[in-house]
């Protein structure tokens, strides 16, 4: 199975201009806690989270209106193509320890997003067998991987100490 057959198609994203509010806005319409950030000359630049958005306002002490989202996004973008497998993408999550993916075209746009709800709606159980399909098995190792406990880098250096 491919990430196109799955991928939700034209996502919701934001600019790093964009302000937190605005951001905010777009993932409550959009039922969703991810954005990719994207730049002016169409590509990728990040990506931010309902998570971001609520520590960066925890923090900061300033309205959602006066910060951008290029102070809180996460440069680091893991993606796949709409072309590549199912289990290729989930593999990066594993491994990337993230739920979502944007989806990026060989000319750079953002096509789309998957996440692991997406896998997670169209795995098979063992007893269908279809061939392409992803296992639960699968979608649970995986999900375990991103979700297991790390302390934070402080806590684990005290930790050592």
């Known amino acids: 199975m491919r990430v196109l057959e799955i991928m939700m198609g034209t996502p919701y994203f934001c600019h790093p201009e964009s302000n937190l509010g605005e951001a905010a806005e777009l993932m409550w319409?959009?039922?969703?806690?991810?954005?990719?950030v994207v730049g002016s000359k169409g590509n990728v630049?990040?990506?931010?989270?309902?998570r971001d958005i609520c520590i960066a306002l925890g923090t900061r002490g300033r309205p959602s209106g006066?910060?951008?989202?290029a102070e809180v996004m996460s440069k680091k973008v893991y993606s796949c193509a709409p072309e590549d497998?199912?289990?290729a993408a989930l593999g990066t999550?594993?491994?990337r320890r993230v739920r979502r993916l944007p989806v990026i075209a060989k000319e750079g746009k953002l096509v789309g997003v998957i996440s692991l709800d997406d896998v997670l709606l169209r795995?098979?159980?063992a007893s269908v067998g279809k061939a392409?399909?992803?296992s639960a098995e699968e979608i649970v190792t995986a999900?375990?991987?991103?979700?297991a406990h790390q302390l934070p880098a402080v806590v684990a250096k005290q930790a050592v100490a």
């Open 85 to 87: 497998d199912v289990r």
């Open 45 to 50: 630049v990040g990506v931010v989270t309902d």
């Open 143 to 147: 999900f375990r991987a991103i979700n």
């Open 29 to 36: 319409k959009g039922n969703c806690g991810f954005l990719p």
């Open 66 to 69: 006066e910060v951008e989202v």
């Open 93 to 95: 999550m594993r491994d």
């Open 123 to 125: 795995a098979e159980t």
């Open 132 to 134: 392409g399909g992803v």
